[in-house]
C-alpha cells in the first residue's frame, strides 16, 4: 500500500491500526490474558493468546480496539472543530472507519468476536460459529455484488474483489 498509495494517509492509518491493537493488548493485561505471539500479516496484525477466565474478557477484549479508534475519532474531530484544520477532519474519519469497519460482524473482525461471544454464550458455540460464518458469507456475496456493479459501469475497483474473497473463503477455513 506504501508504494501505490498517493493520498499520504496510509502511515497515518497504520499507527492508528498500531493503536487499535494496543487496546486490544491493554484489555488482556486487565483481564491477565497475556498474548503468546504477535505476527504481522498482510491483511492485519495477529495476536494469539490464551482466553480469559474472567467473565465477558473475551468481549471487551475484542471491543477494546474499537473503542480506541472511536476515543481518537472524538479527540481528533473536536480538536478540527476548535482549529479548523482539515487533516484533523481526516484523522477523526480515519479512526471512524477503522473502529466501524472492525465492529462489522464478521469472522476474523472485532465485530465477529463479539457476536460470536454474545451468541455462544446463550446457544452454544456451534451455533455461534455458524450464525458469524453466514453474516460473513452474506457480507462477502454483497460485496462481490456490488463490485461486479461498479465494474458494469465502467469502474474497476480490485479492492472489493479481493475483500469479497477474503469474506468468502474466511468462513469456509474456519468452518473447515
Not at 15 to 40: D, Y
Not at 107 to 127: C, H, M, Q, S, Y
Request: glycine share 8%.
Amino acid at each position: 500500500m506504501i508504494a501505490i498509495d498517493r493520498t499520504g494517509y496510509v502511515i497515518p492509518t497504520g499507527i492508528f491500526v498500531i493503536l487499535h491493537e494496543l487496546g486490544h493488548l491493554f484489555a488482556m493485561w486487565l483481564f491477565e490474558c497475556s498474548p503468546k505471539r504477535i505476527k504481522l500479516v498482510p491483511h492485519s496484525i495477529e495476536i494469539t493468546r490464551g482466553f480469559s477466565k474472567k467473565p465477558y474478557g473475551e468481549t471487551v477484549i475484542a471491543f477494546m480496539g474499537p473503542l480506541v479508534n472511536l476515543v481518537l475519532f472524538g479527540v481528533f474531530y473536536l480538536n478540527y472543530l476548535y482549529f479548523k484544520q482539515s487533516i484533523l477532519l481526516t484523522f477523526s474519519l480515519l479512526n471512524l472507519i477503522i473502529a466501524i469497519f472492525n465492529l462489522l460482524p464478521l469472522t476474523n473482525l472485532d465485530g465477529g468476536t463479539i457476536v460470536f461471544n454474545i451468541v455462544a454464550k446463550r446457544f452454544g458455540i456451534e451455533k455461534a460459529t455458524k450464525t458469524v460464518a453466514i453474516l460473513t458469507i452474506i457480507a462477502g456475496f454483497s460485496i462481490l455484488t456490488f463490485g461486479f456493479y461498479v465494474l458494469i459501469n465502467g469502474n474497476f475497483n480490485p479492492s472489493l474483489f479481493i475483500i469479497a474473497i477474503y469474506l468468502l473463503i474466511t468462513p469456509l477455513v474456519k468452518l473447515g
